[in-house]
C-alpha cells in the first residue's frame, strides 16, 4: 500500500510519513494493537482496523499537539498563562468558562483540549462537565489509579505514543504529580519524549525530552 492515506496513519503513530506501507509502519500497527489488547496483532491494517486508529483519541490528541509545537504556539504575553488560539478553540469546543479564559498553568488542559478536539470522553467529562479537575495533576493521577472517567494507568512497558505523562519534580514528598504532558514515542534507554503545553520559561507547546526516573506515572485516557 502506498499514498496519501498512508501517510495519514503513518502521521497518527508517529514513524516517518513516507506514504510507503512497509516494514516500520506495519511494526508500529502491530505495536498499536498490542497496546490497545487487539486479538489480531499483525501489522495488516483492513478498513475497520483503519477506522479505529483513525478515531483513536490518545493519537488524535498527541498528534494535534505537535502541530501545535511545530507552529510555535505560546503565551501571548510571556507570562501570562493565557494562549488566545487556545482559548478560542477552548470557547468553540463549548468548554466550561473558568477553563476557557485560561489564567492558570495550562500543562494538563493543552493535553485534554487536543483530546477533546480528537472526540475524547475524558477530556469531555472534565473540561465541559466539570466531573473531575482537568487541570490538577494529583487528581488526574488518583482518578487513573482508581480507573475512573475513561483513565487508566499503564506500566512503563506498556505505554504508548499519545499517553499521558505525569511527572514529578520532587519524588520524595509534596504532590504526587506536578506536570502532564503527551507522549511521543515508548520509553527508551532511560529516557521520555513528550510534547508539553507550557513548557519552558516562554511558556508553550514544545517537544521535550527527560530521564525516565523523573515520571511517576503513564495513564490512558479515551
Not at 33 to 47: A, F, I, N, T, V
Not at 79 to 92: F, K, M
Not at 182 to 209: I, K, Y
Request: hydrophobic share 45%; charged share 25%; with cysteine.
Amino acid at each position: 500500500m502506498r499514498g496519501p492515506d498512508v501517510a495519514v496513519v503513518q502521521r497518527l503513530l508517529g514513524v516517518d510519513d513516507d506514504a510507503e506501507y512497509g516494514p516500520v509502519t506495519a511494526a508500529a500497527v502491530a505495536a498499536w494493537k498490542r497496546s490497545r489488547g487487539q486479538r489480531e496483532r499483525s501489522g495488516d491494517l483492513d478498513p475497520t482496523d483503519r477506522r479505529i486508529l483513525l478515531a483513536d483519541v490518545p493519537l488524535r490528541a498527541v498528534r494535534l499537539m505537535e502541530r501545535w509545537a511545530h507552529v510555535g504556539m505560546e503565551e501571548e504575553p510571556p507570562g501570562s498563562n493565557r494562549v488566545p488560539a487556545l482559548a478560542i478553540l477552548a470557547e468553540r469546543l463549548d468548554v466550561r468558562p473558568e477553563f476557557s479564559r485560561m489564567g492558570y498553568p495550562w500543562c494538563a488542559f493543552a493535553a485534554f483540549l487536543a483530546a477533546l478536539v480528537g472526540g475524547g470522553r475524558t477530556a469531555a467529562l472534565g473540561l465541559r462537565r466539570n466531573a473531575f479537575n482537568p487541570l490538577y495533576a494529583p487528581e488526574l493521577l488518583a482518578k487513573a489509579r482508581a480507573g475512573k472517567l475513561g483513565l487508566e494507568l499503564v506500566s512503563t512497558s506498556e505505554a504508548f505514543r499519545g499517553d499521558l505523562v505525569l511527572f514529578d519534580w520532587d519524588l520524595t514528598g509534596g504532590d504526587p504529580a506536578d506536570h502532564v504532558a503527551r507522549l511521543v514515542q515508548a520509553p527508551s534507554n532511560g529516557r521520555v519524549r513528550t510534547v508539553d503545553g507550557n513548557s519552558g520559561e516562554a511558556g508553550r507547546v514544545a517537544l521535550r525530552e527527560r530521564p525516565l526516573a523523573e515520571v511517576r506515572a503513564f495513564a490512558r485516557d479515551s
